[in-house]
């Protein structure tokens, strides 16, 4: 008999954002699995984030981890857009801990987050290449719709993210994902 192991999701406290080697960790984490994600889109092997970054996030409140069997095994940065739309990006299971529900989980928390601060929507963008199919992106895609965000449109990297197109190993654009979030939670379950 196979056990399933313990998932705790949390949001990391903002206080966290000083602890360098948590920081280090996390960006480890998202780097190793956007470097499979997204590999063949980026020149020279650059990396999706830095500690720093990071730290910005985890100082802002944006950042909320995944935790199996006590250890950090995911995370996903969430935050408000505006006062109707959250975002969750940055979605990262650890390749160790694939298959046990970790992204789902994660994405999960993200939206409940969202209706407990009135959200109507939750959006998220997917970096695609322009001129061919990525497996992963197609993969990400499918999921994302089975768990049921839409595209609603599109974006070119070098307009809106001119700080990345240098970076790109080929041309890309961005599709932006919406999924209605219904009601708000009642304040009893806000997250």
């Not at 408000?80 to 994405?107: K, Q």
């Not at 199919?133 to 990297?157: C, M, Q």
């Not at 001119?162 to 041309?171: D, I, M, N, R, V």
Request: proline share 6%.
């Amino acid at each position: 008999m196979t056990i399933a192991p313990e998932i705790e999701i949390r949001p990391l406290p903002e206080s966290a954002a000083a602890d360098g080697g948590l920081m280090s960790e996390l960006a480890g984490l998202v780097n190793e699995v956007y470097a499979d994600a997204e590999a063949g889109l980026w020149a020279g092997g650059a990396a999706r984030t830095s500690a720093a970054e990071i730290a910005g996030y985890v100082g802002a409140g944006e950042i909320v981890v995944a935790l199996v069997d006590g250890r950090i095994a995911g995370c996903v940065r969430v935050r408000e857009l505006d006062a109707g739309t959250g975002e969750f990006g940055m979605l990262a299971a650890s390749p160790r801990h694939r298959g046990i529900g970790l992204g789902r989980e994660l994405v999960r928390f993200a939206e409940r987050r969202g209706r407990s601060r009135g959200h109507a929507e939750m959006q998220l963008e997917l970096l695609v290449p322009r001129e061919w199919r990525h497996p992963s992106k197609e993969f990400l895609a499918g999921w994302y719709g089975r768990i049921g965000y839409r595209p609603v449109g599109t974006g070119a990297v070098e307009r809106d993210y001119p700080h990345l197109s240098p970076h790109l190993a080929t041309p890309c654009d961005f599709v932006i994902y919406r999924k209605n979030l219904g009601p708000a939670l009642e304040p009893a379950d806000r997250t």
